[in-house]
């Protein structure tokens, strides 16, 4: 049966279980899903969890979604791209798990001025740059990525390829070293010709950019990467909760407490 996801949490589950009712015919092709009220009852979950299962099956194509008309079965296997949904260093880190990562090379160099910028560091500084392809299932390529570590952390990054999960979370436990906090940013971009043969697609693909940046106590920088996602391989959701002034929460609190 196919899985949707491995994911731990609550709404990836739920998620996974209406995947699964599909495949048994539950929920048959072209056929409208219960409502968020019904499906809240169903799975004995909060509105909330059912929302973001119905937007991690409408990111991967199994459902779309109409207002005023509902939620429909569109296809039952899901579409070849990866979903990335964050709130957390620790989402991003887990978000690798399962690609391997096949190193291609691995240099050192002095960075010149346009990467260390994008870096973080000054021009010329020395860095391991580590490039490969991070492929999952039977090799399938999703990203080519470009790692940067600095010289003084070269020695924990020889042997990168073959290696599942974060390349980040593995130095970082090879240096003794505690990911504190992490720094990206997204472009989009058309592949030129080298990236697009390294990646198998045509030259001038669009393509997703990311740069991010893992630092350690005291801002010291343990690695920057640079990934490279063709189209339709890759969506990213960025999930953020908005803190209300403590003293709100505080008044919230002491009405509850008079009611």
């Known amino acids: ?47 909330v969890t059912i929302r973001g299962a119905m937007k ?10 109409q207002p005023g008309v509902g939620t429909r079965v569109e296809r039952t296997t899901p579409r070849d791209r990866f979903i990335h949904e964050s709130s957390s260093v620790e989402d991003v880190l887990q978000f690798t798990q399962e690609m391997r990562f096949r190193q291609t090379s691995a240099t050192l160099v002095s960075v010149n001025e346009e990467t260390a910028l994008a870096i973080g560091a000054r021009a010329s500084a020395k860095f391991l740059r580590i490039e490969g392809l991070r492929v999952v299932g039977g090799g399938e390529t999703i990203c080519h990525s470009t790692h940067f570590v600095p010289a003084r952390f070269a020695a924990h990054a020889t042997d990168f390829d073959g290696q599942k999960g974060s390349l980040a979370a593995l130095l970082a436990s090879r240096a003794g070293i505690e990911i504190d906090e992490l720094d990206q940013s997204l472009e989009a971009i058309n592949l030129d010709k080298d990236e697009a043969a390294l990646l198998g697609v045509r030259e001038d693909e669009a393509a997703l950019a990311t740069w991010r940046r893992y630092r350690g106590e005291g801002d010291v920088l343990l690695i920057a ?12 959701s960025l999930r953020n909760r908005r803190e209300r002034p403590a003293i709100e929460r505080r008044a919230q609190r002491f009405a509850g407490r008079r009611g």
């Not at 949490?9 to 599909?22: H, K, S």
């Open 1 to 47: 049966m196919t899985q949707l996801t491995d994911r731990s949490p609550l709404y990836a589950q739920v998620a996974q279980e209406i995947l699964n009712r599909i495949h048994r015919g539950d929920y048959t092709l072209g056929a409208l899903l219960p409502t968020e009220h019904e499906l809240c009852e169903a799975f004995g979950v909060s509105r």
């Open 56 to 65: 991690e099956l409408e990111l991967r194509g199994i459902i779309s979604r």
């Open 225 to 236: 990467t640079r990934s490279l996602f063709p189209k339709d391989r890759y969506s990213y």
